[in-house]
């Protein structure tokens, strides 16, 4: 099993559909959560950090859910430059962060 | 200019061939990583270092090696290189002053290697 799972997708939605996506891992001592973008063959990007009581930027919202091990990201209001795999991080220690294999998202006019 | 640069951006070489991937930067981060990302994997850490007399295995510290030459500069070697070391490599600077929460990653635009 993968310490950090995401389902691939991909996600094909049209523009301002409400799109989420959950992330679940295994370790249940990790630290800290967070969110990165990465776009076709490019670095990734860091979206949002996640936050113990949940937290919103902007369309971006992401919760945690420590009991179950999961974290969640929604997005609301889709638009065209949202296309883009989505990686779920989870800090175990201080060096040590694992990453999801990412979920695809397609937004669609 | 980009903050974190990495050299070459695409790289084909053969089997048992020594070659070395250069990243820099300009962030002054003390932390540096290396990274590979392979299709339905997501990325790995190969080595890091939290300064310039410290290195430290990753995840997949097999059949590479780092060097840090500078605050600036960590480069990755592959000594002998193998067909399954093909793979997106990225390299990473990080800050830990504001805390494990917000800790987050700098990457740089990543180098494509082949190894045929």
């Known amino acids: 099993r993968k310490e950090v799972e995401q389902d691939p997708g991909p996600f094909n939605v049209p523009e301002g559909a409400t799109v989420a996506f959950n992330c679940t891992y295994s370790n249940s001592a990790s630290q800290s959560f967070f969110w990165y973008r990465q776009d076709c063959r490019k670095e990734p990007k860091l979206l949002m950090s996640v936050y113990s009581s949940g937290n919103e930027d902007g369309r971006f919202t992401a919760q945690l859910n420590r009991a179950s091990q999961y974290i969640s990201l929604l997005i609301r209001d889709s638009k065209l430059s949202d296309s883009a795999t989505y990686l779920c991080?989870?800090?175990?220690?201080?060096?040590?962060?694992?990453f999801g294999a990412g979920t695809r998202l397609t937004v669609k006019p | 200019d980009a903050d974190v640069t990495q050299t070459p951006r695409n790289r084909i070489t053969k089997t048992g061939k020594r070659i070395m991937l250069e990243c820099s930067q300009t962030?002054?981060?003390?932390?540096m990583y290396w990274y590979r990302q392979d299709p339905g994997l997501g990325l790995r850490l190969i080595y890091y270092s939290f300064d310039v007399k410290d290195i430290n295995k990753g995840e997949i510290s097999d059949g590479y090696s780092v060097s840090r030459q500078a605050q600036a500069k960590f480069s990755l070697s592959l000594e002998s290189a193998i067909p399954n070391q093909t793979a997106l490599y990225f390299c990473?600077?990080?800050?830990?002053?504001?805390?494990?929460?917000?800790?987050?990653?700098?990457f740089g635009s990543g180098t494509q290697l082949s190894v045929l």
């Open positions: 990473a600077t990080s800050d830990p002053g504001q805390g494990a929460t917000n800790e987050k990653l700098f």
């Open positions: 991080v989870v800090r175990r220690s201080e060096n040590d962060m694992r």
């Open positions: 962030k002054g981060h003390d932390r």
